[in-house]
C-alpha cells in the first residue's frame, strides 16, 4: 500500500518571492507520481505528473517538480509566485498495477500575500 | 468540450433519507472515481469502476453505493447508514493503458444534513 505525507498544512508567502511545498510518499512497489492544485468550491486540477525518466518534470503556470527516488520525495517548486496561485494544492501517488487508484496527502493550503 | 459534470452542486439530506450524487463524463474514458474530501484529510476513494458493469470499493465504501451500466455514467448513492455525510464529494476519470493516464475531475457535489 502507498502513503503520502505532504509536510506543511500552510504555506503562505509574498508575491513573487518562491516556494516550495514538501510531498514525501512511501510505497513497496513503483509508482507514478501527480500534482493537483485545487481552486475555492472547484475539483482538482493536474499540475504535472512523474511517469518515468527525466526526475525534474515541468508542469502548467510555471510549476516544476524533482522526482528524489531515495528521499521518496517529490516537492512542487515554483521561482516566483502569483496571486492567482493562492489554492490548496495535493499530492498524490499510484501504483503502476493497472487500477490508477490514487492515494493523496492531506493538501498544502498556498496562500500569496501582495 | 469534453469534461465531467457533476449534479447538484449543493445537495441537503434529512436523517433516515438516501440521496443520489450524478456524474456523467464524455471524455469517452474507461474508469470512474468517487471521492469524499473533508477539511485536512485530502481525498479519500469511496468507489471506483474499471470498465461497464463492474466496480470494486475504495477505502471508504461503507455506507455508500454506486451502478455502473452505461460508460458514461457513474452515480453514487449516499444512504442512511453512512452517518456522517457531510463532506465535498468528487467524481472522476481516466483511461486505462498502459501509460498511466491522470485523471480528470468534475466540479463536486457539496453535500449538507438538514
Known amino acids: 500500500a502507498q502513503s503520502v505525507t505532504q509536510l506543511d498544512s500552510q504555506v503562505p508567502v509574498f508575491e513573487e518571492a518562491p516556494v516550495e511545498l514538501r510531498c514525501n510518499y512511501s510505497?513497496?512497489?513503483?509508482?507514478?507520481l501527480f500534482w493537483y492544485v485545487q481552486y475555492p468550491n472547484q475539483g482538482l486540477q493536474l499540475l504535472l505528473k512523474?511517469?518515468?525518466?527525466?526526475?525534474l518534470v515541468k508542469g502548467i503556470n510555471g510549476f516544476e517538480a524533482e522526482f528524489n527516488k531515495s528521499q521518496t520525495s517529490f516537492h512542487l517548486r515554483k521561482p516566483s509566485v502569483h496571486i492567482s496561485d493562492t489554492a490548496e494544492y495535493f499530492c498524490a501517488v499510484s501504483d503502476n498495477q493497472g487500477a490508477q487508484k490514487l492515494v493523496f496527502g492531506q493538501g498544502t493550503r498556498l496562500t500569496i500575500n501582495p | 468540450d469534453g469534461g465531467i459534470t457533476q449534479s447538484p452542486k449543493y445537495l441537503f439530506r434529512k436523517e433516515g433519507q438516501n440521496v443520489t450524487l450524478s456524474c456523467e463524463q464524455n471524455?469517452?474514458?474507461?474508469?470512474m472515481y468517487w471521492y469524499r474530501q473533508d477539511p485536512g484529510q485530502g481525498l479519500r476513494l469511496i468507489y471506483y469502476?474499471?470498465?461497464?458493469?463492474?466496480?470494486q470499493k475504495g477505502d471508504i465504501a461503507e455506507g455508500y453505493s454506486v451502478s455502473r451500466e452505461k460508460k458514461e455514467s457513474f452515480p453514487l448513492t449516499v444512504t442512511s447508514a453512512q452517518k456522517n455525510p457531510t463532506a465535498f464529494y468528487l467524481c472522476a476519470s481516466s483511461r486505462q493503458g498502459i501509460d498511466n493516464q491522470p485523471q480528470h475531475f468534475g466540479d463536486g457535489t457539496r453535500l449538507s444534513i438538514l
Open positions: 469502476s474499471q470498465i461497464v458493469n463492474d466496480f
Open positions: 510505497s513497496s512497489v513503483s509508482v507514478y
Open positions: 471524455l469517452n474514458h474507461d474508469a
Open positions: 512523474y511517469l518515468s525518466g527525466s526526475t
